[in-house]
């Protein structure tokens, strides 16, 4: 259960087999940085090439394809008061042919105010200078490395999870990744101060990132997608284009869950989950979409053989 | 400003351009009874052919082609004490090939135990004998006639509405519709007790329901697709297949709406929706599906010009 | 067997349960005319509201729900020299912000030579001066009522036909379609004399036509989407969108197709459509696209039972 | 202008910047053999892991990313007698829900007569017993390494090529790479005797080949997606979820050429596509599907300042 402290030199633009930086144990827990998607750290200096750069990867001990990797997110804190989004909307998420809102420049930047909890216009003016989101600090782009050998690109998302932009991934909730390569190989990167669904601007309010987040490895425990919980409810995560499939991946993904560790036989499992799943919409931007499958923990107490 | 009590003699198994059974004015409330999706009134006798029978068309008078119809659900109540759904999932939500939980039989009964305010297995059994799913009483299918005479099946959803099964449409919503026919000639029915997001089952727990519901003409105002608004936000309705379309033509509604009523420019309006918007998933059964955008109102009143 | 001559009166913009205009039998044959998508009939003029309005109803005397309908094409030729298309890429064939092409007019003009056999620019200019396509007259949308008493705008297509825009339908073909209500309900109209795939434009070469088809009733022979054949093969069709439900719906539609006719069992007939199946894309414009699957009567006629 | 023999040690399952195992010259040809997707030599022998595994990469000096590298096909022959299939029908090809065929055994396998040019069952039986598919030997995943450093699985397909499992990949054929990586890295395998559209079984007749092919640096010409051409059209490819986005790849690309190589302005270009264009469909069973966007060089011979 040791607390280690690392510093990234050097950054990734993909997750794949790539050298671990550092090693640590099942129950450690790694407080770290993460650079923002354009590659810049805590200053402000770009200190690596853009698109979503990775921390890590993270060897985890013990972790070996077939289990699964439990990573809780115990802080994601700003670490400097400038953020930036992109200004414009993405055409995929408006009909064919509308005419796209022509912004002001490409850049929007953003003020963090830590102390009232919420994001402004670096520059307030016009209709929104009043604007103050809350800020919901989540990381956009993170995972381990994924099946097959192969290095997936951070501008997108699959099984081993990647850039998923989920507002749902801030601290106090537990993701878990099906594990493709001995230790795992643990990335972490891309965190927004303010998000909304679908990342529909291509961004959240970017910025880089304190993180802290304790590993657990569960052996022989299988899934096909990212799954995670927090104090509310379960999760799981389908990554994959259109929405339709990811929403497939998702629901099926929650299936094997509530069968395996809730007792239930699969057509209990259908009609629960019919009467009681909720969804959410991460990434509309991306080469794959992402969809979340959500059932409440209240529901799942009542559940014969559930502590309450 | 008159109630009109009416109690249906027949029912319509689409929306068209067809005999209103009623005419009412402006501002008019009209109290009345729709039966569930396989046609059974609140007695539980079969008096129509199933699939979705709509009460109606009432006419409301001063509507015409290029207004909004704004329909507020004032009541919508389970009229009896036993409800159905269907038992297993449907086969469009699971990853292709993936083996379908068997129900143990076709149709499962739920009980309303409206002073609890929860749904209950009619034959409580096995792991889920204890659940108790909160009644959240919405309609899944209701609007105006289609564009072009169309006369458009209810199982499926357009511009004009139809089937949504959306669970945000309860009462103490207002929903607006695109007026196509003179009259509007406004269709309610399809009644759920509960309902998961995508009415993946197929069915939420169908029930008959008394409704009460006040109609407003708003003149000259035009939209592309519903909308609809409640006590915490306004939000926008997108139905066609596949979800990436429903999602943007909800998003394009949205920015529409923004714009003209919000004082936003069309960059403001993207940039807001970029971080404030969320995404809801209707119906993800029917021909076409259904993706709702979001927008609080919290955030709204925020922007200059808007009272707080 | 009886050959009649009609003249069209009024023309139909939804295919729907309306009331004839003519009352055939069984293997008769129709000698009629459709006008041009906008309405403009051999003169030119416009005689009728546009969108691809229809030649019809045609009551086809012994089609009940549960029958097939076969029409075969005897013969589809444009009765005026002067065709038009529009000038533009519709953008849902484009990557989204693609900026689009800003044709020099909105519609383009083309001058039919029958006798060479090729359609040309009304008014030869530019790089596309020399152009000439081949003629290949089709029909662009038609097909009978559809189920449950449905109007269905010409505009987009379903299991009943409608805006398939597909290249094959041209003379010799026969088209079957299943049948919805009494009589069948035939409609025919918006005639191209040159298209390419998928009808990218939203038109192909729109034209008035001379047309002539044959009608026979198949008792009993149920199909779940319309199918067609010419002297080299089979085809299903699929309407739907995405493409991909489309191809989903065609392939479904074959595979029965093989069984129930060709003798093989399912495993068999997926075998055979793996290695020998052919797609095609009709319109990728509509609400509804259209994908056909097709198989070729040399390989049917390897088959063990076929006659060669 | 070398032609080089090279015979294979090892295979990749990835397309990636890995190490060169030959560096070649502009123009220069290779001699080469493939394994089955299964990693079977001539022999039949297995000698590496099944999932297309890649002969290569081929290092083509003079290649900078930003040049498009020309790969002739000269010659693509089956070396072994025995080829296999698999027996049944992919999920996502038909509705969801359709009880899929379930084949005699997992495997099919077939003889090449190369003499007669078709391949037969191996153990002929049942109403397939005469079946005789015309060989058409074409390569089903090939092509360079991919952008961002990335290594993408032989599984699937995107700008670089990969498991794209077009029909027209055939001897004769010249395809066009955009190069990511200096050196190009070029890959070959999975080599299919037949194949239906779509590649819908997932599999072809999956067969080990003896391989030619000759390359050219075309430097500084741009292209985004893999193109191609034969004696009869040009065709642009695209590769993604769902087919949709595949055709809106390859059609985007397709205008892009016209532009740039045919003197045609935007919107001529739009125009000549709306009338001309042809649409294939390469895989519709991998994670990323393939659609062809075609012009024939009869129509491209009609431009102006075109040599007929």
């Known amino acids: 259960m040791t607390v280690h402290t690392f510093r990234p030199t050097h950054y990734w633009n993909t997750l794949g087999p790539h050298a671990p930086v550092l090693e640590i144990g099942d129950g450690d827990t790694v407080i770290t940085t993460t650079v923002d998607a354009a590659g810049r750290d805590h200053t402000g200096e770009r200190v690596t090439p853009g698109g ?14 077939g289990d699964m990797l439990a990573l809780h997110l115990n802080r994601l804190t700003p670490n400097r008061e400038r953020g930036w989004s992109l200004s414009g909307l993405a055409p995929n998420v408006v009909e064919p042919g509308t005419p796209l809102p022509k912004p002001g420049s490409h850049f929007t930047d953003w003020r963090m105010d830590l102390e009232a909890g919420v994001a402004r216009l670096w520059e307030p003016q016009g209709t929104l200078a009043g604007l103050a989101l809350p800020l919901a600090p989540m990381l956009g782009c993170f995972g381990v490395a994924p099946w097959g050998k192969q290095a997936i690109s951070t501008g997108t998302s699959a099984e081993h999870g990647g850039n998923m932009d ?7 909730t537990t993701v878990y990744f099906p594990v493709f390569e001995p230790g795992a190989l643990v990335f972490v990167g891309d965190g927004h101060a303010v998000q909304g669904d679908g990342e529909i601007l291509g961004t959240g309010i970017e910025i ?21 919980e927090n104090e509310r409810e379960i999760f799981a995560v389908g990554n994959a284009r259109p929405l339709d499939q990811a929403l497939q991946h998702a629901t099926t993904e929650m299936l094997s869950w509530l069968q395996a560790d809730y007792g239930l036989s699969d057509a209990d499992a259908g009609l629960l989950l019919g009467h009681a799943v909720r969804y959410e919409i991460g990434n509309v931007f991306d080469p794959a979409y992402t969809v979340i499958c959500k059932v409440d923990k209240q529901t799942l107490a009542q559940l014969a053989g559930q502590a309450a």
Chains 1, 2, 3, 4 share one sequence.
């Open 52 to 65: 979503n750069p990775q921390t890590g990867p993270f060897y985890v001990a013990g972790a070996e394809p």
């Open 166 to 172: 989920y507002r749902g991934f801030v601290a106090g």
């Open 208 to 228: 880089s990132f304190d993180v802290e987040f304790t590993v657990r490895v569960l052996k022989g425990r299988r899934s096909g997608w990212p799954r995670g």
